[in-house]
């Protein structure tokens, strides 16, 4: 899992509705699990989706994202399909499997070949982005989910 000191809230509007800092914080509150094995690319995903108002969970590994899933209720998940020695669709088969959860799973890769999106899908991801993702498309995915 990703530690490190919170980052800070963006600034505050003074004298602004609270539907601006909503705005500015559109997934205040969500809890979600981001699988992806590339560190670079994990810390990068979760100080943005932070910004954002997320709560991040950022794990390496299949191994590590199932501990995770078993210790916090997460609203979404975000999961590379390509990790080194382990398959992102294989861990959503065990979630839908084992675990009868119902939670929100969007599928990331770089790898895009039509299969690898219907693979996704018929796993059980719900959306599929490419990379590099943009992080409005996540945000905007996890909205409609809201």
Same mark, same amino acid.
């Given at each position: 899992?990703?530690?490190?000191?919170?980052?800070?809230?963006?600034?505050?509007?003074?004298?602004?509705?609270?539907?601006?800092?909503?705005?500015?914080?559109?997934?205040?509150?969500?809890?979600?699990?981001?699988?992806?094995?590339?560190? #670079?690319?994990?810390?990068? $995903?979760? &100080? *943005?989706? =932070?910004?954002?108002?997320?709560?991040?969970?950022? !794990?390496?590994?299949? @191994?590590?994202?199932?501990?995770?899933?078993?210790?916090?209720?997460?609203? #979404?998940?975000?999961?590379? $399909?390509? &990790? *080194?020695? =382990?398959?992102?669709?294989?861990?959503?088969?065990? !979630?839908?499997?084992? @675990?009868?959860?119902?939670?929100?799973?969007?599928?990331?890769?770089?790898?895009?070949?039509?299969?690898?999106?219907?693979?996704?899908?018929?796993?059980?991801?719900?959306?599929?982005?490419?990379?590099?993702?943009?992080?409005?498309?996540?945000?905007?995915?996890?909205?409609?989910?809201?």
């Amino acid at each position: 899992m990703i530690t490190r000191k919170p980052i800070p809230a963006p600034p505050r509007a003074y004298g602004r509705s609270a539907q601006l800092v909503a705005d500015l914080r559109p997934l205040a509150g969500m809890q979600l699990l981001l699988l992806e094995d590339d560190e #670079a690319t994990r810390e990068g $995903l979760a &100080l *943005l989706l =932070e910004w954002v108002g997320a709560r991040v969970h950022g !794990v390496a590994s299949v @191994a590590d994202a199932w501990q995770a899933f078993g210790e916090v209720r997460f609203d #979404a998940i975000l999961s590379d $399909l390509i &990790l *080194l020695r =382990e398959n992102g669709c294989d861990f959503i088969r065990r !979630v839908r499997r084992e @675990a009868k959860a119902d939670v929100f799973a969007i599928a990331i890769t770089g790898v895009v070949r039509e299969h690898d999106r219907e693979e996704a899908l018929h796993a059980g991801f719900d959306d599929f982005l490419q990379k590099p993702v943009q992080v409005e498309d996540i945000i905007s995915k996890l909205q409609q989910r809201r």
